[in-house]
């Protein structure tokens, strides 16, 4: 599974050159609002962007050590092209969708479209997640064997 490790690889290390890129946009914000209103730094639309920029390079890191630890699995190659697709569905959420809502602005409704699948994206990485742990585990637990 080699392939699909360095796919992730640079998935990630891509992921994290977008995430670091995109720092300016917020360093122009913070920087905006100081000079003219500091209570925008309080804002929705900033507190996400923030927020979005974070877990972009935190998926940025999970893509990395997935196709790292991806020899370490028991699980097979099917199984390990859904979970990438999986960690993909979290990268997307976290980089794109949390900009959109942020664009969207805040919501006093529980028939939000946007949380709503941002929240089943972010549920497949949970899922990717927990079946690659359990994964490594099984092969540790086979190794001990």
């Known amino acids: 599974m080699p392939r699909l490790g ?3 690889i640079a998935l990630g290390f891509g992921v994290l050159f977008f995430a670091a890129s995109a720092g300016i946009f917020l360093s122009n914000d913070v920087t905006k609002y100081i000079v003219h209103d500091k209570e925008l730094l309080d804002s929705w639309s900033y507190i996400l962007k923030r927020s979005a920029h974070a877990h972009t390079n935190l998926f940025g ?3 990395v050590l997935f196709g790292l630890t991806i020899p370490y699995s028991l ?3 099917k ?3 859904a979970q990438t697709i999986g960690f993909g569905c979290g990268t997307a959420a976290m980089a794109f969708g949390m900009l959109w ?3 969207q602005g805040p919501r006093d409704s529980i028939y939000d479209a946007t949380g709503f699948i941002l929240g089943t994206l972010l549920s497949l990485s949970l899922l990717a997640m927990i079946t690659h742990a359990a994964g490594v585990f099984a092969k540790f637990n086979k190794r001990e064997a």
């Open 6 to 8: 360095l796919f992730n």
């Open 79 to 81: 199984m390990k092209l």
């Open 101 to 103: 809502q942020a664009w």
């Open 75 to 77: 699980l097979n190659s």
């Open 61 to 63: 890191m999970l893509h």
